[in-house]
């Protein structure tokens, strides 16, 4: 009985997560990191877990989670052909490296720097969705396999340090270089799943024997919060999806954008407070 008295809230928090971040996914099509990471941090520091240690289990959490909705999505999206298998050639390798490295060095940050990581990212994904700059910045490079290759070792490193899937950085990046928008999606989300097993690989490795990390956790992966999470993630994400075919596409990015901003200024206002 203590014992559920005393997880309680944070059963409940993980649960609350699944379902926001699961409609998040179905609504605005992301992998649902930018709402696990701070919503699972927050949830796990209101447990009274370290600060540092909160945010890379969160990170790391977030990413495993990542895992089987990739798997899915990719598959889906292949089935209609629509990853395109030869900038996956290109990006795949450097992806794991990078992402891997990523994994490896978070033990090697403090809480705070992941944070100024995932609240400047955010920031600058809602600034590319309101005014997609990077289009007009990289549009002539799509042709070259080393800038792809490079871009792959940015957005793999990023994606492993905010514990997202890499999608909001992906897309526009393989839309700018001349893909159609269903191409850049459906390969962004088979790129999301090198970033996924990778990094989670990392934050295993690099968490394996940090203390003080919350009960069942697998480096600084949660067990309880992967599985409750994952779960309640995926049987509310139709919800979301359904919702989202009643909205005008416009509504969606400015929606997805401002999230994206209230996330990033928040993080980056937890830094500043402590």
Not at 72 to 86: F, I, M, N
Not at 135 to 152: F, Q
Not at 236 to 257: E, I, N, Y
Request: net charge positive; with cysteine.
């Amino acid at each position: 009985m203590d014992l559920i008295v005393t997880y309680w809230p944070f059963v409940a928090g993980l649960l609350a997560t699944g379902i926001i971040s699961g409609i998040a996914a179905g609504l605005l099509g992301i992998g649902g990191g930018a709402i696990i990471v701070p919503a699972l941090a927050t949830s796990l520091q209101l447990m009274g877990y370290d600060g540092d240690v909160v945010q890379h289990v969160a990170v790391g959490t977030s990413l495993a989670i990542i895992i089987p909705t990739g798997i899915a999505s990719a598959r889906a999206h292949d089935r209609r052909g629509a990853v395109d298998r030869e900038v996956l050639k290109l990006w795949a390798p450097v992806i794991v490296a990078a992402t891997l490295l990523g994994g490896l060095m978070a033990g090697l940050y403090s809480g705070n720097v992941l944070r100024i990581v995932f609240g400047v990212m955010a920031l600058f994904i809602a600034a590319n969705i309101l005014l997609p700059f990077q289009e007009r910045l990289m549009g002539h490079l799509g042709g070259s396999p080393l800038t792809h290759r490079i871009s792959a070792a940015v957005v793999g490193y990023v994606s492993a340090l905010m514990g997202v899937g890499g999608g909001s950085l992906s897309v526009p990046t393989l839309h700018a270089f001349g893909a159609s928008m269903h191409k850049a999606v459906g390969t962004g989300a088979a790129i999301g799943v090198f970033i996924a097993l990778s990094g989670t690989l990392g934050f295993i490795v690099s968490g394996w024997s940090v203390a003080d990390r919350p009960p069942l956790s697998l480096g600084y992966i949660s067990l309880p919060a992967l599985v409750l999470i994952g779960v309640t993630a995926a049987l509310c994400a139709p919800f979301g999806a359904a919702l989202a075919h009643r909205l005008q596409q416009r509504t969606l990015k400015l929606a997805f954008a401002a999230f994206l901003a209230f996330v990033g200024l928040n993080m980056l206002w937890k830094v500043l407070a402590g």
